[in-house]
Nanobody, 124 residues
Framework: QVQLVESGGGLVRPGRSLRLSCTAS????????ITWFRQAPGVEREGISC????????YYRDSVKDRFIISRDNVKDTVYLQMNSLEPEDTAVYYC?????????????????WGQGTQVTVSS
C-alpha cells in the first residue's frame, strides 16, 4: 500500500483558483490511477476526478467538469488538481487516493488508507 499526502488548500473567494497536489514520498504513483475525492461536513465522500496510470486519461464528475483539471507529473511523482472558477459548493476537505490499479475510477470501498486531506474553503 501507499500513503498519499495532499496539499495546496486554503481560503479563497468565489471565482478564484487553487491547485492541489498529491504526493507519495518514498513510493511511486507511476503505476496507479489516482482519484481526487472531497467531503463536506455531514455528507459522504465523493470522487470528483480521476487520472489513469497507463495513458493519463482523465475523468470528471459533471459538477467540476470544465472548471477543474487533473494532471500528473511522473518525474515529480505528483498528481495535481487545478481548480478554477471556485464556488462555495466546492468547499470541502479534498483527498487523493488509489486502489493500486492502473485504471479509473478508484473505488472508494477499495481505499484502505486515507491521508489527512487538505481543506478548501470558498467564501466571500
Amino acid at each position: 500500500q501507499v500513503q498519499l499526502v495532499e496539499s495546496g488548500g486554503g481560503l479563497v473567494r468565489p471565482g478564484r483558483s487553487l491547485r492541489l497536489s498529491c504526493t507519495a514520498s518514498g513510493f511511486t504513483l507511476y503505476k496507479y490511477a489516482i482519484t481526487w475525492f472531497r467531503q463536506a461536513p455531514g455528507v459522504e465522500r465523493e470522487g470528483i476526478s480521476c487520472i489513469t496510470a497507463t495513458s493519463g486519461r482523465t475523468y470528471y464528475r459533471d459538477s467540476v467538469k470544465d472548471r477543474f483539471i487533473i494532471s500528473r507529473d511522473n518525474v515529480k511523482d505528483t498528481v495535481y488538481l487545478q481548480m478554477n472558477s471556485l464556488e462555495p459548493e466546492d468547499t470541502a476537505v479534498y483527498y487523493c487516493a488509489t486502489d493500486y490499479t492502473p485504471d479509473c475510477w478508484v473505488h472508494y470501498r477499495a481505499v484502505d488508507s486515507w491521508g489527512q486531506g487538505t481543506q478548501v474553503t470558498v467564501s466571500s
